[in-house]
């Protein structure tokens, strides 16, 4: 149903222009939002209600399906996504400043391979806007992952204070935190994944979420998200840097710059990071690579080319305790969320 008949809407929505598709869908789903019993109906409709609630690093998941940062970057539809069977939400990559991101078109559908290619470039409103707008909601009754960049216009040499900047803004909504230093669009960021870089920036968030915890909150988990174009001995070392500094677990993975599968495609050359069904292979190893090297020890939330339920039951028997769907929305729809979650044991 969803691919004969909502999708070719979708996809002619803005003439062809997939930004645009993916603004309507979201505008939708905000009004959606506002339905009064909108959250509680479609949990139960969306299965939801019946996928196997966890607790991993200390919070509650009603399901293990959420939704991967980008796709609600501003956090407009936070009311919605729960209705469409999601157990939790990441909204960002914010940075401190408000930034336009890339110019268009930065947004590409590979249909025959399922995939996507993104340059965005971090387009958003900010993290003190967002701070304002999950004030206003309130309560959103699941959790809320917040993923934090870094502004373009900030050099990387002052990345940290960016960062923090943002933590401290946000630090009250979010129930985890994801440093994503894995986005491929904005330049030199993921060299912030180098060992150095990264122990100065996750040292410096962990003091000022301990600075936080002072102002009665508790300490909050902090999770690191990392490109799938690592080596293995990159990822070790990034590892040993999580383990040290405390991280409560790693998001693996952000969309690569690889172009393995898709090279013959005309839509191949374009910059940006590559999602969707080229990445279901790496994701899987990266998953399965940082579960064997920490013995299971740092939880993993598996993100990357889940586009039918096996491919999710492939991350969690992996090692994921969570795991996060972008693309696959994108060409399954919604009913793919469902039937994660009826699959699942
Ligand atoms: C259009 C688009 C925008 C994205 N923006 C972000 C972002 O702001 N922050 C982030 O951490 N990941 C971002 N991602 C990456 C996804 O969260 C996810 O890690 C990646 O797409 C792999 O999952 P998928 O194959 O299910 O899409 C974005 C992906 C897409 C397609």
Known sequence: ???????????????????????????????????????RAGARLSG????????????????????????????????????????????????????????KPRLFRLVEHEAVINRMGFNNLGSEALAARLAAYGDLGYPLGVSIGKSKVTPLEDAVEDYVTSLRRLYRYGDYFAVNVSSPNTPGLRSLQDAGHLRELLTALHTEAASMSVAGLAGKPILVKIAPDLTSSAIDELLQVCTDVGVAGIIATNTTVGRAGVESHPLAGETGGLSGRPLTETAAKTVAHIHAETGGALPIIGVGGILEPADAARLLDAGAGLVQVYTGLIYRGPGLVRRINRSLP
């Open 1 to 39: 149903m969803y691919r004969k008949v909502v999708r070719p809407v979708l996809y002619r929505l803005g003439r062809g222009d997939a930004e645009v598709a993916h603004e309507q869908t979201l505008a939708g789903l905000r009004l959606l939002g506002r339905v009064p019993g909108t959250q």
């Open 48 to 103: 939801a209600a019946a996928a196997s609630p966890r607790t991993v690093f200390g919070v509650r998941f009603p399901s293990p399906v959420g939704l991967a940062a980008g796709m609600d970057k501003n956090g407009v539809a936070l009311r919605a996504w729960p209705a469409l069977g999601f157990g939790f939400v990441e909204v960002g990559t914010v940075t401190a400043h408000p930034q336009p991101g890339n110019e």
